[in-house]
Nanobody
Framework: QVQLVESGGGLVQAGDSLRLSCAASGRTFSSYAMAWLRQAPGKEREFVAAISLNGVNTYYADSVKGRFTISRDNTKNTVYLQMSSLKPEDTAAYYC????????????????WGQGTQVTVSS
């Protein structure tokens, strides 16, 4: 089992950058594929980015490709989401999630979730 705690959200202007962090508890962090997902008011939770166990493979939603970068530091049990060129449509609650071994772009495939951190982008 793993507990996840996100941080780094806030209110920014369009075009700004922001970095989210997700700290995981437990000694087996490197056994979990990690992902960031988001949910805007009135919308379903959607996939944003995922990263493999060793960080070699990354996957992105088309809407964030080229603007967001997911990374992980297994020595610090932490996964990051570097967001740049933010747009008002990126406004959402951002969640960190984990699942054993393989990555997935399906939000329902993730077993463990953090409590979320709000990102608001003003125009």
């Amino acid at each position: 089992q793993v507990q996840l705690v996100e941080s780094g959200g806030g209110l920014v202007q369009a075009g700004d950058s922001l970095r989210l962090s997700c700290a995981a508890s437990g000694r087996t962090f490197s056994s979990y594929a990690m992902a960031w997902l988001r949910q805007a008011p009135g919308k379903e939770r959607e996939f944003v980015a995922a990263i493999s166990l060793n960080g070699v493979n990354t996957y992105y939603a088309d809407s964030v490709k080229g603007r967001f970068t997911i990374s992980r530091d297994n020595t610090k049990n932490t996964v990051y989401l570097q967001m740049s060129s933010l747009k008002p449509e990126d406004t959402a609650a951002y969640y960190c999630a984990a699942r054993v071994l393989s990555t997935s772009i399906n939000p329902r495939a993730y077993t463990y979730w953090g409590q979320g951190t709000q990102v608001t982008v003003s125009s």
